[in-house]
Each structure stands twice: as C-alpha cells, then as structure tokens.
C-alpha cells in the first residue's frame, strides 16, 4: 500500500475514533432516556438501514456466498449483539467517562484476539502492555470503591463489550479476503439490530411503549448516533481494518477514551479525577506497547541506524 494511501486511511481512523468516543456519550444520554436493549435494537437497525443506501448508490451491494453468510452471522453476534448488548446496559449502570476510558482497551484485547485466532505473535513487550493496560483499568474502576468488591457491574458490561469487538475483528479480517467489510458490516447491523429486538421483547416487554415519550432532542441524538456513530464510523473502520489490518487500525482505538473523555466533560458535565487520568496514562502506554507501535518504531530506528553505519563503514573502505 503506497503511503499517501496509508496516511488517508489514518485520518480516517482518528475521525472514526472521534465518532466513537462521542457516541458513548450520546449513547448515554439515550438509554438514560429509553430502555436500553430496545432503543440500542432501534438505533442499530437505523445504521443498517442506513449503511445499505449508501452501499446501493456506490453500487456494492450483492447477496454473500454460504461461506462468507457464516463470517456475517458470526460476526454479528460478536460485532453487533454482544457489543452493543454489552454497551448499552454498562453504559446505563456506569458514567459516560468511565465506559469511555475501558474503551480504550480495545487495542490490547485485539492483540490478544489476534493472537489467538490470527496466529499473530505477541512479544515480551505486547505482554508488557497488556499488563500496563489491565493495570489502567484497574484504577478507574476501582476509583473510590475501595477494592475488588466495589467494581461496577456496569464497568463489567463495558469490559465485555468491547472484548466481544475485538473478536469481531478478527471475523471481520478474515471475512475481509472475498467479502467488502462495508458490505458485512451492513448485513451485520440489519441481522444484529434483529435479534437484539427479539432479546428486547423478552428482557423488556414494555420497551416499545416507552420510546412515544422522547423529546425532539433525545430523538436527534439518536439520529446522530446511528448514522454517524454506528453506522458511518463502523463502515469506515471494517474498510480500514481490512487495508491495513487489525493490529495497525486498533492502534487508533487508544484515541477512543481520550474523545469520550472531553466529550464527558464539555457535555454532561462529568469531572476527570485523578485515578482517571492516572488510569488513562497506563491504558495508553499499554497500547503503544501491546499493539506493537513502539516495538515497530525502535525496529525502524536501529534498523536505520545500522543501514547508516553500513554505508559510513563502505565509504571508509
């Protein structure tokens, strides 16, 4: 891939990670407002939605082959049911903030992801960051609840939820050989948003009754998180994940809890405490060691020193 290309594709992950990191907020203020498995159905349904118009005018759209059926509905448990399942209940039990900073250890988990499903090896230094990483969660959710015992349940959810994206992308890459990732994606939130209706009829059997009661506002927000931060932003990310692959794009991921953050203070009036930012620093220390970012960049660096000293030692001769 030529540079220019690769750099076009970075600024498109920092615009996805500033949607994400945005959207857990706007998430927040939604199912604050409605029950939360059924709107989060509602507003997954309205990304697929949403991604399948925009696939037609592009001309993309196509009926997937069995094989590449499977890797849809496999990554739509993963990448729509369980993420989106997981998030939205977390985000209903914990603040904006601190589901915002957990986020970020989606590099690490997909690291692990990698590992485990891709054949991607891990180093002593991407062990290294994963331990700084679970060691920067520790200090957010264990902030003022004195241990262990006092971790929210909905820390717990947010924790699962972006476990079950890491997954996901691992599906997704290897979908990625014959199959679009915007086409996937697009299966995946229509087939997602489904079954998480289904869930939402038995979890909630009120749910429907309860979105008649939302203000012009609310309902704005929910707009803007479909289109924008669901469907919009994932288009994009599957696209880049399947051009520069899943270790490089969930280096950007480290960027999530850092929009989710400010966007937590400037809109809900959240304060930063300093197990928070404390928790941050580690979580992305974490990533640059546990996606390898730094490892690369050392490689690089000696691997240039040494092409130098190559060529001062050919000239003495």
């Known amino acids: 891939m ?5 750099y076009r594709i970075y600024l498109l992950l920092v615009f996805v990670m500033m949607a994400w990191g945005i959207n857990v907020i706007m998430t927040k203020v939604i199912v604050a407002e ?3 498995v059924t709107i989060t159905s ?14 037609f005018f592009l001309k993309k759209v196509r009926i997937p082959t069995k094989k ?18 997981f998030l939205s209940i977390g985000l209903s039990k914990t603040s904006a903030s601190n589901g915002g900073l957990i ?9 692990i992801v990698a590992f485990c499903f891709l054949g991607n090896k891990v180093t002593v230094w991407k062990m290294l960051g994963i331990i700084l990483g679970l060691t920067g969660v520790s200090f957010i959710v264990m902030e003022g609840s004195g241990g262990v015992s006092g971790i929210s349940l909905g820390d717990l959810f947010v924790f699962l939820a972006i476990l079950s994206q890491a997954i996901s992308f691992a599906i997704i890459k290897k979908a990625s050989a014959t199959l679009d990732p915007r086409l996937m994606t697009g299966y995946m939130l229509v087939f997602g948003s489904i079954i998480l209706f289904i869930i939402s009829l038995f979890k909630e059997p009120h749910g429907l009754q309860g979105i008649t009661h939302g203000s012009m506002g609310v309902w704005l927000i929910f707009l803007a998180s479909a289109i924008f931060g669901t469907a919009i932003s994932h288009t994009i990310y599957n696209y880049s994940l399947g051009k520069v692959g899943v270790s490089e794009a969930a280096i950007f991921i480290n960027l999530n809890p850092f929009f989710a953050l ?4 400037m809109f809900l009036g959240e304060k930063i405490t300093l197990p ?5 620093v580690f979580i992305i220390i974490g990533v640059l060691f546990g996606s390898g970012a730094l490892e690369e960049y050392f490689l690089q660096s000696r691997q240039k020193r040494e092409s130098v000293y190559l060529k001062k ?3 003495s001769s």
């Open 313 to 315: 030692v050919k000239s």
């Open 262 to 265: 400010i966007a937590a203070v």
């Open 34 to 36: 409605f029950l939360p």
């Open 42 to 55: 509602l507003r997954v349904f309205t990304a697929g939605i949403s991604v399948f118009i925009i696939l």
């Open 2 to 6: 030529e540079k220019q290309q690769k």
């Open 68 to 85: 590449e059926f499977l890797y849809i509905v496999f990554g739509c448990f993963f990448n729509v049911v369980g993420h989106h399942y």
């Open 103 to 111: 986020l970020g250890l989606g590099p690490l988990l997909t690291t």
């Open 276 to 280: 928070q930012i404390l928790g941050f």
